[in-house]
């Protein structure tokens, strides 16, 4: 299976969870708080986080419904770790990084705008470290990719084509096996 990945699923959750997750947006409101895992300044902050979130429970929800889908393609049971929110604007580039170093760590990253132009960029890219290649994920709201979370991967930023904030949320799950090797990292950079 390590050669199928990104793993992209479309209509990932129900449209009624979905809004439920953007309305969630609108409440809490963003704050330029996060930062690349790679960065050569110590206080770069270069993209959006979600401020403290008032429904936690609606991160769930979403978290159970991805958890569930994706056991169906990698066919063993998976462990939540965590929900990382992440924007950006036009000019906020991210860098290549990975979530955690472990095997059998996954990364799902949902795209959460519910209106987007795929001529307006914020793809995903992965580095396929088998093929040596790199891969292109467009950004299709309610869709979202699949990757090892040890894999090189991010999000590019929108182009000047929009004024509009790429949103996604990256939902972190562990195999059983490997679970206890990242426990400890579950509420690093997450809002839940």
């Known amino acids: 299976m390590k050669n199928n990945y990104p793993i992209v699923i479309k209509d990932v959750l129900p449209v009624s969870t979905f809004f439920s997750l953007r309305d969630e947006f609108k409440h809490t409101g963003w704050g330029l708080y996060n930062y690349s895992n790679n960065s050569d300044k110590e206080n770069e902050r270069i993209s959006w986080k979600l401020n403290e979130t008032n429904d936690k429970l609606i991160f769930y929800q979403c978290a159970s419904i991805i958890k569930f889908k994706l056991q169906k393609y990698l066919k063993q049971d998976l462990i939540f770790i ?16 990975v979530d955690f170093n472990e095997d059998n760590v996954w990364t799902f990253v949902l795209f959460t705008e519910k209106n987007w132009n795929t001529q307006w960029g914020g793809e995903f890219i992965t580095f396929d470290p088998i093929n040596q290649e790199y891969k292109y994920t467009p950004y299709i709201p309610n869709s979202g ?12 930023a929108p182009n000047d084509t929009t004024d509009k904030m790429r949103t996604t949320v990256a939902f972190s799950y562990a195999s059983l096996q490997s679970f206890n090797d990242v426990k400890d990292y579950s509420i690093v950079n997450s809002f839940l």
């Open 82 to 97: 965590r929900a990382h929110s992440n924007g950006a604007t036009f000019g906020q580039t991210c860098r290549f990084h």
């Open 145 to 156: 990719a699949l990757v090892p979370s040890n894999w090189q991967h991010y999000g590019a």
